[in-house]
């Protein structure tokens, strides 16, 4: 694995709506709910049930809007997401950015190197040594070092304010030398940890660590050690906001997180007891780490409804029933039990969503290409829902996998065409790279023209003016980024 590599993330995200949000400039911040009563719900990739912690959801200046959460599982995990963390999958590279809005970005890379390109229009380069830098299409740049020194940053696109991650790596928990290593759950699946994020508005939160030794016991009682847990026990922000993470001194897996209004999320043996009085039952773990039903009870509840998570032999398709009884079908998903997929995959392939009575209300089918190094882009999707059929074909793709070209074709016959061209502006000392449209138009299979936009930008990427069907408005504060 030399000249090159590309960022890996081993975690799912849900981005979480947040509170109205105020300006980084005014000095004042704002928060998500902390007592977020959210029912935990399985993830359509893994299987897993988890549940959003979130931590912080504010704007910064020049555009920049920062979101981060936390996710416990139903197995007793907590999930704190890096911003990077480097892996492989199959023959190729692959990794996965979380973006400011919370999301999970596709990145990936030949085996033996070539440039990172990706289907969520970022890209970028990682070095042999750690060191990243990767453009989001509006001029973000996601940078730091990966190996060394522990530092991640995320720029505004001209670098007005910033985001930094400061991580270390639990294998210096373990003592050198010997045969201490760290367990395969928790920290130990990547051994990068975040201690610190700070942003340039003044805001930081911390989050502590600890660790123990595990033993299991052999024959005649005697117990031998196995591994060594490294785990957060606190994350706490200096607006005097503290989670604390309750851990089984065996294991270290979680017995309850506490909120900062002192609610609390209680962890036993078969069942957890969430903020909200919900108990939720489950049946017994898969040699895949996923739980088939969870019977939900307590609270008001009148009734014990259940969900179950279930796949097929190839563990490429994915159903999830329920407790109203719908089902949502997901066909195609990558071999993965995190997101660690094989970039060839691409995303599902098919979304069918059916009613307690099994009648298909939405279907939703994609078909991916991929590029030289396996990196996967849609080029068609058609959706089903109300008896309505719409065909999308995407085509004319630029350099950074954006389509220039967008054929619709209705059920009824009607075909509408979308031509996009962009601006492309080369980082600069003063604003990232960015990829912009300068102009979409819209016209109908003859040609008729029925929708115009024009954008004109300046040398920093700043929207100056946009041409709206020959109405043209000026934007003369260079305050809007796209």
């Known amino acids: 694995m030399k000249n090159f590599f590309v960022l890996y993330f081993g975690l799912f995200s849900v981005v979480f709506a947040a509170q109205k949000l105020k300006s980084g400039s005014d000095n004042n911040l704002s928060f998500p709910v902390t007592n977020n009563t959210q029912i935990m719900s399985y993830q359509p990739e893994t299987g897993d049930f988890t549940k959003e912690i979130p931590i912080i959801s504010t704007s910064l200046d020049d555009g920049l809007n920062f979101n981060y959460s936390a996710y416990i599982s139903n197995n007793g995990q907590l999930s704190v997401p890096l911003i990077i963390t480097i892996g492989l999958g199959n023959k190729n590279l692959i990794g996965f950015v979380r973006d400011v809005n919370g999301g999970v970005n596709t990145l990936s890379s030949g085996a033996n190197g070539g440039s990172a390109v990706s289907n969520t229009h970022f890209h970028g380069t990682v070095n042999g040594s ?9 001029g973000v740049l996601y940078t730091g070092d990966a190996f060394h020194g522990y530092e991640g940053y995320i720029y505004s696109p001209h670098k007005k304010s910033k985001v930094t991650f400061s991580y270390s790596n639990a294998k210096y928990m373990i003592e050198p030398h010997t045969s201490e290593k760290l367990c395969d759950y928790g920290l130990g699946l990547t051994g990068l940890y975040v201690t610190k994020i700070s942003l340039s508005n003044g805001y930081e939160v911390s989050f502590n660590i600890s660790s123990t030794r595990v033993y299991e016991e052999h024959a005649r ?3 031998f050690y196995k591994c060594t847990a490294v785990y957060y026990t606190k994350i706490s922000d200096n607006q005097g906001r503290v989670w604390t993470f309750g851990r089984n001194s065996g294991n270290g897996f979680l017995q309850n997180v506490k909120y900062p209004d002192g609610r609390q999320i209680k962890f036993d043996f078969s069942h957890i007891t969430d903020v909200n009085g919900i108990t939720y039952t489950y049946g017994s773990l898969t040699s895949k780490h996923q739980f088939p039903y969870v019977n939900y009870s307590g609270a008001n509840l009148t009734q014990s409804p259940r969900e179950s998570f279930s796949v097929d032999s190839s563990y490429t398709n994915n159903t999830i029933t329920h407790m109203n009884g719908s089902v949502d079908k997901y066909l195609g998903y990558p071999k993965h039990y995190t997101i660690s997929a094989d970039p060839g995959n691409g995303t599902y392939k098919e979304h069918k969503k059916l009613d307690k009575s099994g009648n298909v ?14 990196t996967p882009y849609l080029i068609e999707q058609t959706i089903t829902q109300d008896g309505v059929t719409i065909s999308k074909k995407f085509a004319d793709f630029n350099a950074y996998l954006y389509p220039q070209t967008i054929t619709e074709t209705a059920s009824d016959g009607q075909i509408r065409i979308t031509k996009t061209t962009y601006l492309e502006l080369q980082a600069s000392a003063t604003h990232g790279h960015m990829v912009k449209p300068k102009k979409i138009q819209v016209t109908d299979s003859s040609g008729k023209v029925l929708h115009t936009i024009v954008n004109q930008y300046d040398s920093e990427g700043y929207l100056i003016s946009s041409t709206n069907d020959g109405v043209e408005r000026d934007f003369p504060n260079k305050c809007v980024n796209s």
């Open 130 to 138: 750690g060191v990243f830098s990767i453009y989001s299409s509006d």
């Open 221 to 223: 009682g005697q117990q």
């Open 361 to 374: 209300v939405y279907d939703e089918v994609n078909t991916w290409n991929y590029t030289a190094n396996a």
